[in-house]
């Protein structure tokens, strides 16, 4: 199961080798994004729910309860510190680099603030704060 997760996870990482991240707007960052305080809350709206991100069966074996969410999205590459445009959970709220956005339904997916809260945390390290 490990190997199965890898595979789909370099699977997910070679578009991102392949694409043109400069595209992507600039976003100004203050600095002072708290994994507690600003991500958590968007995650456990929109992600870790019942049949998606949350429990044993999560989907793609990625949960984001607040309990699991910080080692899973540093543990395996969802988020690259200091590099927001490279990383997969970054990609996934948007649906660039090749991955699906997330949420999939058209109605649940994440308004711009919420996008540029999560890229702020990753580029100002993807902190556990």
Not at 107 to 120: K, R
């Amino acid at each position: 199961m490990k190997n199965l997760r890898s595979i789909w996870l370099l699977l997910l990482i070679i578009p991102f080798a392949l694409s043109d991240c400069s595209k992507q707007k600039e976003i100004s960052c203050s600095g002072t994004t708290s994994f507690k305080r600003d991500i958590i809350p968007i995650f456990n709206a929109n992600c870790a729910l019942s049949g998606c991100h949350t429990g044993s069966s999560s989907q793609a074996g990625l949960r984001l309860d607040s309990a699991y969410a910080y080692y899973e999205l540093n543990h395996d590459g969802y988020a690259l510190a200091g590099k927001p445009n490279y990383s997969i959970i970054y990609n996934q709220v948007l649906g660039t680099g090749g991955v699906p956005i997330m949420p999939p339904t058209p109605a649940a997916h994440l308004d711009h603030t919420l996008t540029d809260e999560i890229y702020c945390w990753i580029q100002e390290g993807a902190l556990d704060n």
